[in-house]
Structure formats: C-alpha cells, structure tokens
C-alpha cells in the first residue's frame, strides 16, 4: 500500500524554468513533510521540510506548498539549473510512535541547458 | 555534519550466500534505519533500531534480519540471498525520538547484486 503517491515519475525542464513535483498522502496521521535530493552515487539528503500548520515554506528557489484539506504538498523549484538535475523524494511522517518516514517513488529531475 | 559509513559501495554475491552490510554513523544517533531504494518504488523501510539491541520491522523485513549490537553500527543481514534482492542499501541515522529535528542522514548507498 503506497501511503505517499509522488508524480511524475520523471521530469525535463528548461534552464530557467519551473519544476514542480506532486505529492499526496493517505494517513492524516503524518504531520512532518520533508523534500530529499538525491544525486547519483550519493545518499539522499534533506533540502527542504514543512509541518502542516503553514500552507508555503520557501527556501532560495525551493518552495513547498501543502494543502492539507486536499492531503497534497508538492515542491517548486524556480528557476532551475542543470545543478538541479537529481532524483527527488517527497516523504512524510509523524510525530507519534517511532516516527517512521514513508517514502514517494522518486521523481527524476533532468534541467537541460 | 553527520557522516554514515557504509561498508561497501558494491558487492556481488551468490545465490544462497549469508551477506552483512555494515553501516556505522559518528554522530552518536539512537535511531538507525536500513531502506532499499528500487526504480519505480522509492525507498522503503527494511528494518530500523531506536536503541542498542532493539529493533522494529519495517515494510519489507522478509529475508532480511538486524543486529545492533553498538549505538554507532548498524548491520543488516541478507540469511540466505536471492536474486529479488539485488538492490540499491541504504542506512540513515537520526537523533533521539522527541528531537524537533526529524532529519535522516543518508549513507552513499551499496549496491548488491545477487548471482
């Protein structure tokens, strides 16, 4: 059962534009909604995180928007850059029990110059 | 920042083998996780420990057991491998339970081929 449903599954943009990704959840349980980067041969890491009592978190050009009536976030990448170019993870969690993170599927992310 | 260390980058292993992973993180963490990372499936949860010698089954804990033996190392152990677990590894570390932070640091991964 895929408790976190990401799309697209992958994504081309062009130098300069926006890349958006989608997210929604099933368990209103979750109430931390984290944003992994990964690179090719690395680790995911964390690039950006939001709790559901604000609608928007911006961080340079990464934007997070929830919508928690529609169980939906998504991640804005403005302007983007061949830099960008990485696979990406929506996730989600709460803060009861052990706090176990469920993943999306992965959206990969190509910026072409 | 926190480093996780795991073992090997590849490995190739026959059908049947007993295989160990290691992972080991600096940072003195009480949560370890082991996740597998597949094309098309995301990452998902095999096995997690939030203290020496406890751990807690993931999504997908079939074929696979843990060891804890130590806070900074974490081990996954594939008993007897088979082909369908040929996969991308990867061990996380995160802060205590009640931390505000609920950041996972990643390992770079080891990718295991199953003969």
């Known amino acids: 059962q895929q408790q976190v449903k990401q799309s697209p599954q992958s994504l081309i943009v062009q130098k300069g534009g926006i890349s958006i990704i989608n997210c929604a959840y099933e368990n209103t349980a979750f109430d931390y909604f984290p944003w992994y980067q990964q690179f090719p041969g690395k680790g995911p890491a964390l690039l950006i995180a939001i709790r559901p009592d604000v609608s928007e978190k911006k961080e340079g050009r990464f934007t997070i928007s929830f919508n928690k009536s529609a169980k939906q976030f998504s991640l804005h990448i403005m302007d983007s850059q061949p830099g960008d170019s990485a696979t990406y993870f929506c996730?989600?969690?709460?803060?009861?029990?052990?706090?176990?993170?469920?993943f999306g599927t992965g959206t990969k992310l190509q910026v072409i110059p | 920042d926190v480093k996780v260390t795991q073992s090997s980058r590849y490995l190739v292993k026959r059908t049947g083998e007993k295989v160990f992973l290691e992972c080991v993180q600096d940072?003195?963490?009480?949560?370890m996780f082991w996740y597998r990372q597949d094309p098309g499936l995301g990452l998902r949860l095999i096995y997690f420990s939030y203290d020496v010698k406890m751990k807690e089954k993931g999504d997908i804990p079939e074929g696979y057991s843990v060891s804890r033996e130590k806070k900074e190392r974490f081990s996954l152990i594939l008993e007897s491998a088979s082909t369908n677990q040929t996969s991308m590894y990867l061990c996380a570390s995160r802060g205590a339970i009640y931390a505000t932070n609920e950041k996972l640091f990643f390992g770079s991964g080891t990718q295991l081929s199953v003969l």
């Open positions: 996730a989600a969690s709460s803060s009861g029990g052990y706090q176990k993170v469920t």
């Open positions: 940072m003195d963490h009480e949560n």
